[in-house]
């Protein structure tokens, strides 16, 4: 099967390419199963600012592996629906929630800009590190607030860019992660703002980027060494640029250029 036939039909390039970089393996060596800063740590503390509550039914939007979803579901008793548009991470979700024994979450393909639910239905919804790489996130977020029930709470953790990036880390972005189109925290909380959220809380999650990109020039050593006795495929990521833009990466953040934040809000019922 064709990349294009694993995903949605009607996707627009952009977000075939998007999801054929989230399905490489060289991703999970270096992040693990969680795709996003601060891995379960973080997601933990989402589910806390949220106040997750076993009667609720969360929407997990573009859940990836399903990681974040299975431990919110183990750790605070939630439902959880996760939807994502590759086919094959959620082929993968679903299999490691099985594998978990876990009845109270499934996982479905579908593109967070038509999102396939009826309005008003969830309690809760969550998307990490991935609101950002939406193209049209007017949409989204209308989609969002939409399939919330009044009151419905959203927490959403991303990279936020406060200053205009040099052009070769403006063209990384572009090219690696599909995450060039990421907001400052204003522009996000204005997007939310705009379809009726309130947004009651901004968190700078700033050491949780600075750490993974620790952890990660940690995994490429390894990788290093596996590739040097051609053990995995490093598919479209190249190790040098890949340690080159860490050390840059770091830079950048510490002079205020991007950060990584969480932002939590509500369905406002008056508006
Ligand atoms: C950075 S990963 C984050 C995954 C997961 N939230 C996590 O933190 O591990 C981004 C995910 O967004 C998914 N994605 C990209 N565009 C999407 C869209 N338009 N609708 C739904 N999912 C999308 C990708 O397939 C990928 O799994």
Redesign the pocket.
């Known amino acids: 099967m064709s990349l294009k036939d694993d995903l949605l039909g009607g996707s627009t390039d952009f ?1 075939i390419a ?2 054929n970089f ?1 399905e490489q393996d060289i991703l999970k060596l270096l992040f693990g199963d ?3 800063p601060g891995g379960l740590e973080l997601t933990k503390k989402l589910g806390e600012e949220l106040c997750l509550q076993p009667s609720d039914l969360v929407l997990d ?5 399903g ?2 979803a299975c431990f919110l579901a183990e750790e605070f008793g939630s439902k959880i629906i996760g ?4 086919r094959k ?1 959620v082929k993968e979700a679903n299999n490691a929630a099985q594998k978990r024994g876990l009845d109270n979450i499934k996982f479905k393909v ?4 038509t999102l396939p639910f009826e309005a008003n239905y969830f309690d809760v919804v969550i ?4 609101f950002c ?2 193209p049209n996130k007017n949409v989204a977020a209308k989609e969002m607030y939409r399939i919330l029930k009044p009151e419905g709470r959203l927490g959403v953790s991303d990279v936020a860019i406060e200053r205009k990036l040099p052009i070769n880390a403006q063209d990384l972005l572009l090219r690696v992660a599909c995450i060039a189109d990421a907001l400052s925290v204003q522009g996000y909380k204005e997007v939310f703002e705009n379809v009726g959220f309130k947004i009651t809380s901004v968190l700078d999650e700033k050491k949780f980027v600075l750490n993974t990109f620790d952890e990660i020039k940690k995994k490429i050593f390894i990788a290093e060494l596996a590739t040097g006795l051609k053990k995995i495929d490093i598919g479209t990521l190249n190790i040098e640029e890949a340690k080159y833009w860490l050390k840059e990466g770091k830079r950048l953040i510490n002079e205020g250029y991007g950060t990584y934040i969480t932002m939590i809000g509500r369905k406002s019922s008056s508006y």
């Open positions: 977000n998007c999801c989230y969680s795709f996003h939007l573009a859940s990836g592996l990681t974040s939807l994502d548009l590759s991470n579908g593109d967070a800009q998307s990490e590190c991935s790489i939406f």
